[in-house]
């Protein structure tokens, strides 16, 4: 809700209030006028200021209220910010595959993996034909050149291309 409705509302709560805490105090009076006429013989009554106490209390916190109301009704509405955001992703740069220094079998293997992103190194040895000693010593080397990384998963290898 807005600023200006919130106090308009705790205004009419406050004239509401104020209503009330009259009719109470008079309320409270007469109860107090009949009752005290008959304990202290008609003289003074120690009970009448602490209903003017009472009510000078609530009138007090009504007040508060009002002004709290009219604080809000003055106030000007908040402008919203409005933040324009541009995102820059960035794409992340191929890398440029230098194999010149590798021997086929290693070229023909990286080309696997290279084209699957993530394999078994059971599969390698499946596509290739190698035998599984020289799969597993060609990956090393590849590893070592910063081409491939191999993750243990149980009792297999996951091989994964370095982008």
């Not at 006028?33 to 009504?62: E, K």
């Amino acid at each position: 809700m807005e600023n200006k409705y919130v106090g308009y509302l705790l205004i009419g709560v406050s004239v509401l209030i104020t209503i009330i805490v009259f009719m109470f105090q008079s309320a409270l009076k007469s109860f107090v006028g009949s009752s005290c006429t008959l304990a202290h013989g008609g003289s003074y009554c120690p009970m009448t200021t602490t209903i003017n106490q009472q009510t000078y209390l609530a009138l007090g916190i009504v007040g508060i209220l009002v002004l709290v109301g009219i604080v809000l009704i003055l106030s000007k509405p908040h402008e919203r910010l409005i933040i324009k955001t541009k995102t820059i992703e960035r794409k992340p740069q191929k890398r440029v595959l230098d194999t010149t220094g590798l021997k086929p079998e290693e070229k023909q293997i990286l080309k696997l993996i290279q084209e699957n992103k993530t394999i078994f190194q059971g599969d390698i040895i499946e596509k290739a034909g190698f035998s599984k000693a020289k799969v597993t010593r060609i990956i090393d080397r590849l590893e070592g050149k910063g081409f491939v990384e191999r993750k243990r998963r149980g009792l297999t290898n996951v091989v994964v291309f370095k982008e």
